[in-house]
């Protein structure tokens, strides 16, 4: 059951990181709403990969319980190990992937912000900001 939930765990992490990989080529070309259509897909693949590695948790905790003298490498046969060390590289890789992807939402953000305050300059009043009284560069017409 333990190799079971492990391959799951895996090809759910691949997932996330395919993901995340189109929401960088995306946001790189401002196409934001493709992003936002995946969203509801990450959130599912994140939420499948969370579960199954409490499940992983679980049968590791109950293979010790069972064998409390016996040390975890020598519970776990080949094919458990190769799984653990590819969903070792593979959290890392996600680590590495959602830090750029990090960065470019954070320079998008930054970019929109910047724009915000040049068209509707604002104060800071104590820790909120709010629009300057003298914001009169937006004027409606009719």
């Given at each position: 059951m333990l190799s079971h939930h492990l391959q799951g765990a895996l090809t759910d992490l691949k997932d996330i990181i395919n993901i995340t990989?189109?929401?960088?080529?995306?946001?790189?070309?401002?196409?934001?709403?493709?992003q936002f259509e995946r969203l509801s897909l990450k959130e599912e693949k994140i939420k499948n990969f969370e579960s199954k590695k409490a499940m992983i948790d679980h049968e590791i905790s109950s293979l010790m319980s069972k064998n409390p003298d016996a040390d975890l490498p020598n519970l776990l046969n080949e094919e458990q190990h190769k799984a653990l060390g590819e969903l070792k590289v593979e959290l890392s890789n996600l680590r590495d992937i959602n830090k750029k992807y990090a960065k470019l939402v954070l320079t998008?953000?930054?970019?929109?912000?910047t724009f915000l305050e040049r068209l509707v300059?604002?104060?800071m009043d104590g820790y909120e900001s709010k629009a300057s009284k003298d914001s009169s560069i937006l004027q409606v017409r009719v």
């Open positions: 990989k189109l929401d960088i080529d995306d946001i790189k070309e401002a196409k934001h709403d493709p998008v953000s930054n970019l929109y912000n300059p604002t104060e």
